[in-house]
């Protein structure tokens, strides 16, 4: 029984030396050095700030997300919230939008859309998204600011009676998914893939690493290195993470 042991934590320990010297080697691309089909991802103390290798659907928690501050809004939400004027509200918005940071010009536009959709200017809310759409990965309320858009262009068109451009908006949402083009957390992807009429096309191996590592991420993240700056997750030996 103790040569068992013993046998196999010299096994452990050179599986793990191997990753550490796969992970040393990973180049700025954070996609060299790693073994075909292996995912990393990088930490620091506000969430997950990079990863590389093989795309899962969903990071197993949410990335690092630097929004400005409301006080930028507080105007605009004034006039839109509590005095319930969505055209002044829209103006300043407006305003906004030609910002030079892109996490303005995306919460201004978000804005903008939803006071366009309060005076029932549909058309002019939905190229709204539609400009919301190019600024890609900023996040906006949480998401990349091209998911925020797509989901809610599905929502206008659907409440619009237009299936055809709301099916085309599906087919661009689920490209956007099945990608796995951001680095969204399970519960944006699952609330984003409710949108689409059909399955996402990811394999269930590829859910089933990307539901192990979230589990495991709680404990990663609270408790203490050990002294050895290793983790084993006993039958998961195809999940890893740096920090």
Known sequence: MENAAGLLCREADRVLTGWQEALSKVTQDMSSGLPPGASVFWRDSQGICRRGGARLPFCPAAPRS??????????????????????????????????SDARVR??????????????GKLEEALGTYAVLSTLGET?????????????ERI??????GNESARAREEDLLGVIL???????????????????PAASSWKASSFARAAAL???????????EPASGRRVWPGRADLTSAP
């Open 66 to 99: 630097d929004e400005p501050a409301p006080a930028l809004f507080a105007k605009a939400e004034e006039l839109e919230f509590r005095q319930g004027n969505a055209s002044r509200a829209a103006a300043g918005y407006r305003l906004l939008a030609g910002a």
């Open 214 to 224: 979230q589990a495991s991420w709680t404990d990663l993240a609270t408790t203490s």
């Open 139 to 151: 996040p906006v309320a949480g998401s990349p600011a091209e998911l925020l858009a797509r989901g």
């Open 106 to 119: 995306a919460g201004a536009l978000m804005g903008l859309a939803r006071c366009l959709r309060k005076q």
């Open 155 to 160: 929502r206008l068109f659907q409440a619009a």
């Open 178 to 196: 099945d990608a796995s083009r951001y680095a969204i957390d399970g519960s944006t992807f699952d609330f984003y893939r409710q949108l689409l």
